[in-house]
C-alpha cells in the first residue's frame, strides 16, 4: 500500500498507520470479572479480538471489499467491548494506542509525526479515518461509465465526508492538550469532508450530464455544475485557513482546478438557457466570461478532469459565441451586459456528507454484539465438554 500524498481524477486518502499492541492481559481481566462464562471462552473471544486487530490496522490493507469489512468489523467488536467496560475497570485498559500522521513521514508540518493516547476512543476514530480514507480510496477506482458505478462513488463520496466530519467534533476533547498530528487537526478534516463532498456532487454532475433525459436541462446542470464549484472553493479556502504545506499541493491544485472547471461548466450551461430564452447578450457576456479561463484550464486542470476534452470544450465554446455575437450584431442588437450585472447563478445541493450516527452506524446495535459473540463462543464450548460426556 502506498501512503504518498497524491491527487489525481479524485483524492484518495491516504491511510493511518500503527502496530501491534497486546490487548490480551488486560481484557482478559476487565472481561472475566463482567460476564459469567468460563475463562476459556474468554480467552477465545480475545485472542480473536486481537487476531482481527491485526487484520484490520497492523497488516497492509488492500483496496477492497474485504478490506473494509475487516475494518468495519474491529469497529463494531471495538464500540462493543467498549460498552462492556465499567467506569472503575478502566483503569485497567489503559492501552497506549499510537497511530502515524497518514499525510506526512516526518516533518512536513508544524506537528507530530505520530500521536499515542491512552483511550480506545481515539482508536475508534483512527479507526473511522481508515474507513473513510479507504472508501475514498475504493470510490477513486470505481469504473463511472455505468449508472452504478456513479451510485456507488457518490454513496463511499458522501459517507467518507460524514465520517471526516465526525472526526472533526470529536477529536479535540478526546486528545486533549496534546499535540495533533496533522491528520486529525480540525482544519484538515475539514478539508477532507469537503473535498470528498465535492468529489460526491462531481459525481452527480456527471451522472446527469449523462442521462438523456437530463442532459436537455441546461438549467439544472448549471445550478448542479455551481455547486461543485462552491464546494471546492470550500476546500480551497478551508486549505487557506491551515498551514502551507507541500505534501497536500497536488490536492490544493486538484480543488483550485476543480472549483474553475465547473465554474466554466456552470457558464457555459447557463449561457444555452439565456440564449435558447432570447437573452442574447447575456449568453454572450457568459461565454466571454468563459473563454480566457478555458483556455488557461487546458495545460493545469487537464489531468484531473480526464473526462473532459478542454481543448475541444474551448473551441465549442469560441464557436458558439462567435455565432451568437454574429447573430447579434445584424439582427438582434442585444447590449452586452458587464460581468457584476450577471444573474447569479443558483446551486442545487444534491451530495451532502452523510450524518455518522455513533450508536447505530454500519448497520449494528452495539450493545449486545459483544454479549452474543460470548455467548455463541460458550454454547460451542458447553457443547464440545457435552461430546466429550458422551463420548
Not at 480467552?43 to 478490506?67: E, G, M, Q
Not at 463520496?157 to 486529525?184: C, N, P, Y
Not at 493545469?300 to 462567435?322: D, G, M, R, Y
Request: glycine share 4%.
Amino acid at each position: 500500500m502506498s501512503y504518498k500524498v497524491n491527487a489525481g481524477r479524485f483524492f484518495s486518502v491516504p491511510l493511518k498507520r500503527t502496530k501491534d499492541k497486546d490487548l490480551i492481559k488486560p481484557l482478559e481481566m476487565v472481561l472475566s470479572s463482567t460476564f459469567d462464562i468460563t475463562k476459556e471462552v474468554i480467552k477465545k473471544y480475545i485472542r480473536d479480538f486481537d487476531a482481527l486487530r491485526k487484520t484490520a490496522v497492523v497488516k497492509p490493507v488492500s483496496k477492497s471489499a474485504s478490506a473494509m469489512d475487516s475494518l468495519y468489523e474491529y469497529h463494531d467488536n471495538l464500540v462493543a467491548v467498549g460498552k462492556h467496560i465499567s467506569p472503575r475497570n478502566r483503569s485497567y485498559v489503559k492501552n497506549l494506542f499510537t497511530w502515524k500522521d497518514s499525510l506526512q513521514k516526518r516533518g512536513l508540518f508544524r506537528t507530530a509525526s505520530k500521536l499515542s493516547v491512552a483511550d480506545g476512543e481515539f482508536e475508534r476514530l483512527c479507526i473511522l479515518y481508515n474507513i473513510a480514507a479507504l472508501a475514498s480510496q475504493i470510490a477513486s477506482e470505481v469504473n463511472l461509465q455505468t449508472d452504478e458505478g456513479l451510485k456507488v462513488v457518490t454513496k463511499h463520496f458522501q459517507e467518507s465526508a460524514g465520517i471526516f466530519a465526525h472526526i472533526k467534533d470529536r477529536i479535540v476533547s478526546v486528545v486533549g492538550d496534546q499535540q495533533l498530528t496533522a491528520d486529525l487537526t480540525p482544519i484538515i478534516l475539514k478539508v477532507l469532508e469537503l473535498t470528498m463532498t465535492a468529489h460526491a456532487q462531481e459525481c452527480i454532475y456527471l451522472k446527469a450530464s449523462s442521462d438523456p433525459s437530463l442532459s436537455r436541462k441546461q438549467d439544472m446542470l448549471a445550478k448542479v455544475a455551481s455547486q461543485a464549484s462552491f464546494l471546492y472553493s470550500e476546500a480551497v479556502n478551508a486549505f487557506g485557513e491551515g498551514q502551507s504545506n507541500a505534501s497536500l499541493g497536488s490536492v490544493l491544485k486538484m480543488c483550485k482546478a476543480k472549483k474553475e472547471v465547473f465554474e466554466c461548466r456552470a457558464q457555459i450551461h447557463q449561457a444555452k438557457v439565456a440564449n435558447s430564452s432570447h437573452s442574447y447578450g447575456e449568453a454572450i457576456a457568459r461565454y466571454r466570461l468563459v473563454e480566457p479561463t478555458l483556455k488557461n484550464l487546458i495545460s493545469c486542470a487537464s489531468a484531473f478532469c480526464p473526462e473532459i476534452n478542454l481543448q475541444q470544450l474551448h473551441s465549442t465554446v469560441v464557436a458558439e459565441k462567435e455565432a451568437i455575437e454574429k447573430d447579434n450584431n445584424l439582427i438582434y442588437h442585444e447590449s452586452i451586459p458587464e460581468v457584476s450585472a450577471l444573474p447569479p447563478i443558483g446551486k442545487a445541493q444534491i451530495a451532502k456528507a452523510k450524518v455518522y450516527n455513533a450508536d447505530e452506524y454500519f448497520g449494528k446495535n452495539f450493545t449486545d454484539v459483544l454479549s452474543a459473540e460470548l455467548n455463541k463462543l460458550n454454547e460451542k464450548e458447553s457443547s464440545k465438554q457435552k461430546d466429550c460426556v458422551v463420548s
